[in-house]
């Protein structure tokens, strides 16, 4: 099997999450791998298509990344990974949690978060539906403009979440928003009311030593690793124990280097969480993780009617289905009404 083409759309994601790209890859044996996520140049997508995948084997995919690591940049590297993993697991006529070793198909998920600027009623219905209709046990709340906004807010995600007898889990998330100092006087004024499980991003994703200042000073573990690029970057954290859950996803350099990132966290006995992802595919890469903690969801089903996904949430649960490759199947005539061209109008197919 052999690579033969590309096929790029540039798409508008709803609910104000900006711009997508979705790339499929085109075999001369008729499969199509499929990859989404965050909007990549789409020159760049083509140029790296045609420098270092045309008329390869996607089944190599290891060896295509360590290619691809070199001169390409992350989104670009992301996109293009995630199709040819969907490829390899279609090759294998097996879900992609199967072909990357998975031995159980279900991970426990937590809602991801409102916009800070939502209002207080938006907020109790976006985690009380979640917790009522698929069974969520935990969620994060944006924090970071007004303390006393986030306390109040902070009780209104737990009750909204409280369905006992266990407590929910909270987390929280504050954007790299804080200093080392500031995070740490905040953080432990909410832990006088609420048991947080984890504080995302408290301080510079680059302040290594400042997110283990803020570490050592808080009951929460400090969680991060979702905006960092390249798996080198993780490098310092790790040696200086800053992150206490590392969080991981396709968006670090795709599912290669998430697998490579996971496998260096449980070197150090850390637990990883996932991110949202397009069709909550991640659920397949959780499968295969034993270090995994949880999983980011954002929306149970999708919303953007752009592609169904086999991956069901129930019971506070991801639960992966059997379709080949990670499940996502692509609307075209939905696509084609979201997509833009490159000056960001709205109906252009690239």
């Given at each position: 099997?052999?690579?033969?083409?590309?096929?790029?759309?540039?798409?508008?994601?709803r609910?104000?999450?900006?711009?997508?790209?979705?790339?499929?890859?085109?075999?001369?044996?008729?499969?199509?791998?499929?990859?989404?996520?965050r909007?990549?140049?789409?020159?760049?997508?083509?140029?790296?298509?045609?420098?270092?995948?045309?008329?390869?084997?996607?089944?190599?995919?290891?060896?295509?990344?360590?290619?691809?690591?070199e001169?390409?940049?992350?989104?670009?590297?992301a996109?293009?990974?995630?199709?040819?993993?969907?490829?390899?697991?279609?090759?294998?006529?097996?879900?992609?949690w199967?072909?990357?070793?998975?031995?159980?198909p279900?991970?426990?998920?937590?809602?991801?978060?409102?916009?800070m600027?939502?209002?207080d009623?938006?907020?109790?219905?976006w985690?009380?539906?979640?917790?009522?209709?698929c069974?969520?046990?935990?969620?994060?709340?944006?924090?970071?403009?007004?303390?006393?906004?986030?306390?109040?807010?902070?009780g209104?995600?737990?009750q909204?979440?409280?369905k006992?007898?266990?407590?929910?889990?909270?987390?929280?998330?504050?954007?790299?928003?804080?200093?080392?100092?500031?995070?740490?006087?905040?953080?432990?004024?909410?832990?006088?009311?609420?048991?947080?499980?984890?504080?995302?991003?408290?301080?510079?994703?680059?302040?290594?030593?400042?997110?283990?200042?803020?570490?050592?000073a808080?009951?929460?573990?400090?969680?991060?690793?979702e905006?960092?690029?390249?798996?080198g970057?993780f490098?310092p954290?790790f040696?200086?124990?800053?992150?206490d859950?590392v969080?991981?996803?396709?968006?670090?350099?795709?599912?290669?280097a998430?697998?490579?990132?996971?496998?260096?966290?449980?070197g150090y006995?850390?637990?990883?969480?996932?991110a949202?992802?397009?069709?909550?595919?991640?659920?397949?890469l959780?499968?295969?993780?034993?270090n995994?903690?949880?999983?980011?969801?954002?929306?149970?089903?999708?919303?953007?009617?752009?592609?169904?996904?086999d991956?069901?949430?129930?019971?506070?649960?991801?639960?992966?289905?059997?379709?080949?490759?990670?499940?996502?199947?692509?609307?075209?005539?939905?696509?084609?009404?979201?997509?833009?061209?490159?000056?960001?109008?709205?109906?252009?197919a690239?």
């Amino acid at each position: 099997m052999k690579i033969t083409g590309v096929s790029i759309t540039p798409y508008q994601q709803r609910l104000g999450r900006g711009t997508g790209s979705l790339v499929e890859l085109h075999t001369d044996e008729g499969l199509v791998g499929v990859g989404a996520g965050r909007g990549a140049p789409t020159a760049q997508l083509n140029q790296a298509v045609a420098g270092l995948l045309m008329n390869e084997d996607p089944r190599g995919v290891a060896g295509l990344w360590e290619r691809m690591r070199e001169v390409v940049h992350c989104d670009v590297i992301a996109l293009l990974d995630l199709a040819l993993w969907d490829l390899k697991a279609k090759a294998n006529d097996e879900p992609l949690w199967k072909t990357l070793g998975g031995s159980r198909p279900r991970v426990n998920v937590h809602a991801r978060g409102l916009d800070m600027r939502s209002s207080d009623p938006d907020l109790a219905e976006w985690f009380g539906t979640r917790a009522r209709d698929c069974g969520f046990r935990g969620g994060v709340l944006k924090v970071g403009l007004d303390q006393e906004s986030d306390i109040r807010r902070l009780g209104l995600m737990r009750q909204a979440l409280f369905k006992g007898p266990a407590e929910p889990a909270l987390m929280i998330d504050a954007a790299e928003g804080w200093s080392p100092k500031e995070a740490i006087r905040r953080v432990r004024e909410m832990e006088e009311q609420f048991d947080l499980t984890w504080v995302e991003a408290p301080a510079s994703r680059w302040d290594f030593l400042g997110l283990k200042r803020v570490s050592n000073a808080i009951r929460a573990a400090v969680c991060g690793g979702e905006s960092l690029a390249a798996p080198g970057e993780f490098l310092p954290h790790f040696h200086h124990h800053a992150l206490d859950v590392v969080q991981v996803g396709v968006g670090n350099g795709g599912i290669t280097a998430a697998l490579r990132l996971a496998d260096a966290a449980f070197g150090y006995e850390l637990p990883v969480a996932l991110a949202d992802s397009p069709g909550n595919i991640h659920a397949h890469l959780a499968a295969a993780l034993p270090n995994c903690m949880s999983m980011e969801v954002g929306e149970p089903v999708p919303v953007d009617s752009i592609f169904t996904t086999d991956v069901r949430i129930e019971a506070g649960w991801a639960v992966v289905g059997d379709r080949p490759g990670h499940g996502l199947v692509i609307d075209h005539d939905a696509l084609a009404r979201a997509s833009i061209d490159r000056s960001g109008g709205a109906g252009s197919a690239a």
